[in-house]
């Protein structure tokens, strides 16, 4: 039996991963006995032969940051002329015009804006929550809430506490890229450490948000250093288990990779292979964390469909609009129809679900949705 052989064997029998084999995975290019293995674990949490989505829609509400990632094409400086503020109304009108699709989820999520007050984010939920009571509000990553901690003077629990009170129903897990501090130092030092990162994250685990997880490749990572980054995740959740926290922890595990286009940061765009085995390795080595997103809109439809056979059970949202990874260039725009047609093409049974991940409708044989959307920005 290969190396490899005997940790995919490890996995099958229920044990757990430990740092060494998923170096070894990551290694490996046996990606096809990755992906199989992977999808007899995702099997046995989701035997259902269903992939679900959510309709959902990006307000990227700023493009103004301080925070100077090199990676990054969206962001203009504090003071540019090419920054905005998108007004509220605008903000309204976006959350109406999803909803009036079937959209359930405003993923808000902007640059670490310094000259908004805290009191804009917690003024802002409130409206919004009186406008669209039923919409939820998956919004901030962990670099904007610790903007928010910077500019109010507030510890992490008020800040969190406040937004939640406020209408934040879950956090999106935006900004992990790698969970490490040697590859954060040279892509993106002004954001924070990792455990900066985790910090907030388990900070909405201890006030009872769920929140989500991201991991992208291809920033000059190790194959340790990616290992490292599930484990460190890994070890997250266990804590929200073992701490009995009102909230489910990361419900959600989506990697993607890094895209090079117009970003300061040259570097060989990450093959589908190395996307498709980070997936794999993913459902592997994450034994607590239930849902493994596909990354349609980075990796194009195509891999994405591919995804679903190698522990993927979920399709991501609708993405309405997604201007942050689109500057970088990731341009595929899939509507809500064409989402059923690659989720069947894979063989499974498309499902509407919330933020959650409880489903809301599930789409048998041919059937459409009546109203899709019309992309534009
Ligand atoms: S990735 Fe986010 S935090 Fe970094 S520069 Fe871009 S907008 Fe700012």
């Avoid at 992939?51 to 990227?60: D, E, L, M, S």
């Avoid at 670490?112 to 939920?125: G, K, M, V």
């Avoid at 450490?193 to 948000?209: I, N, P, S």
């Avoid at 599930?362 to 019309?374: A, H, I, L, N």
Wanted: glycine share 8%; charged share 25%.
């Amino acid at each position: 039996m290969s190396a490899v052989d005997r940790i995919l064997d490890k996995r099958l029998r229920g044990e757990r991963l430990d740092l060494e084999d998923g170096v070894r995975l990551f290694e490996s290019d046996e990606i096809e006995k990755l992906g199989h293995a992977a999808n007899i674990m995702m099997q046995r949490v989701h035997p259902d032969p269903i992939t679900t989505f959510v309709i959902g829609r990006n307000v990227n509400y700023t493009n103004v940051c301080d925070t100077f990632c090199t990676f990054c094409a969206f962001y203009r400086i504090p003071g540019s002329s090419e920054g905005y503020l998108l007004p509220d109304e605008v903000i309204f009108q976006k959350i109406k015009e999803t909803e009036d699709v079937g959209g359930t989820e405003i993923l808000m999520q902007g640059g670490t804006n310094p000259n908004l007050p805290f009191n804009y984010y917690t003024d802002l939920l409130r409206n919004i929550k009186l406008r669209f009571p039923n919409i939820t509000m998956h919004s901030f990553s962990p670099a904007e809430i610790r903007k928010m901690q910077e500019v109010s003077g507030l510890s992490l629990e008020q800040v969190v506490r406040e937004l939640r009170e406020a209408g934040l129903d879950s956090l999106p897990g935006g900004g992990a890229e790698i969970l490490d501090d040697r590859i954060r130092k040279q892509i993106s030092r002004h954001k924070g450490t990792w455990r900066d990162w985790m910090d907030v994250m388990q900070m909405a685990h201890k006030v009872g948000l769920n929140t989500s997880a991201t991991m992208v490749i291809g920033f000059g990572e190790t194959m340790e250093e990616r290992a490292l980054h599930m484990l460190r995740i890994r070890d997250a959740q266990d804590q929200c288990i073992e701490n009995k926290y009102d909230s489910k922890g990361f419900l959600a595990f989506i990697p993607f990779t890094f895209q090079p286009d117009n970003t300061g940061l040259k570097r060989e765009r990450e093959t589908p292979e190395a996307y498709l085995k980070t997936v794999a390795i993913g459902r592997l080595m994450l034994d607590n964390v239930p849902h493994l997103q596909s990354s349609w809109v980075t990796m194009g439809p195509e891999v994405g469909k591919l995804s679903l056979s190698y522990g993927c059970n979920d399709f991501g949202s609708t993405m309405m609009e997604e201007n942050v990874v689109s500057s970088a260039g990731a341009v595929h725009k899939v509507n809500i129809n064409s989402i059923l047609e690659l989720i069947r093409e894979a063989g499974k049974i498309p499902a509407q679900r919330n933020t959650r991940y409880d489903i809301l409708k599930v789409f048998k044989d041919g059937t459409q949705v009546e109203r899709d959307f019309v992309m534009q920005n």
